[in-house]
């Protein structure tokens, strides 16, 4: 079975070209390619530095410095701006990978690989976890090397956009114990639905992404209209086989809170 794509526009994400001569991307470091995460330059140069130095109004998520380009988090009003900038070369939304094969539609980190093409559903970084999703590799026997076709940038999305909005934490009193996270949250418009939900645990820190999705209707009948409409998600953790002591969690960038294993949790 063959891979059928599509593309959705991500808000307020977009790629910028500059033209070859601007002089403000770095060229590749050939000794460090496979060394550093995808979106981080093999030339180090620091995505603040450009950020400040191009005067942006945004966050440079990644440097694309074969494409001689960014990718920035910013609103239309800054995106326009960038458009009379005569240092760009091209300047569009940037668009998420949206498969119809099943094997791929499920929310697990294991990669795909068929026909030749290799699929990473998620790739983390020091600032995010699965921050960079949906990798697509196709191997290039001429230069005996993976080539990365397509992925997406997945910002955090702010999901708490009412008063009431909370994260519940649930620990069960069975031992094993299980903990849950129940996440009340609110879509900001009708075409919002929940995305995939990415989580990580450094040391004894858990972080949890939940990202929004848009949907736009296929047939065109009906555009999106702002509407708050809350959701519930529970979300298990992985803490079976932790030590005893405190954890602490943080979703989405600004809820936090902290529960303890008073034992090992391991039958």
């Known amino acids: 079975m063959g891979f059928a794509f599509s593309q959705e526009a991500i808000n307020d ?3 910028i070209l500059f033209q070859k001569d601007a002089g403000l991307i770095d060229p590749p470091n050939p000794e460090n390619a496979g060394r550093v995460p995808m979106g981080q330059p093999t030339s180090g140069q620091s995505k603040e530095e450009l950020a400040a130095e191009l005067g942006l109004l945004g966050e440079i998520v990644a440097i694309l410095e074969v494409n001689n380009g960014i990718v920035v988090r910013m609103n239309a009003q800054e995106a326009q701006k960038w458009r009379d900038d005569g240092r760009v070369q091209s300047i569009e939304q940037d668009s998420r990978m949206v498969t119809f094969d099943s094997a791929l539609n499920d ?12 699929i990473l559903p998620r790739v983390d970084t020091d600032e995010q976890a699965g921050i960079f999703q949906e990798g697509v590799f196709q191997f290039d026997s001429s230069i005996n090397a993976w080539r990365l076709l397509e992925y997406q940038v997945l910002p955090v999305s702010d999901i708490f ?13 069975a031992l094993p114990t299980q903990v849950f996270l129940k996440v009340n949250g609110s879509f900001a418009d009708s075409c919002q639905k929940l995305g995939k939900i990415n989580h990580r645990l450094q040391d004894s820190h858990f972080e949890v992404v939940i990202s929004i ?4 209707p296929s047939d065109g009948s009906q555009g999106c209209f702002p509407v708050v409409t809350p959701f519930e998600k529970v979300i298990p953790l992985p803490v079976y086989g932790l030590s005893a002591g405190t954890y602490t969690y943080v979703v989405n960038g600004k809820m936090t809170g902290s529960f303890e294993l008073k034992s090992d949790n391991h039958l």
């Not at 929310?107 to 290799?118: A, E, G, H, K, S």
């Not at 956009?161 to 009193?173: G, Q, R």
């Open 161 to 173: 956009l009412v008063e009431s909005n909370k994260v519940e934490l649930i620990v069960s009193e």
């Open 213 to 216: 999705s848009n949907t736009i």
């Open 13 to 15: 994400t977009y790629i």
């Open 107 to 118: 929310q697990n980190d294991y990669p795909v690989y068929r026909n030749n093409t290799l």
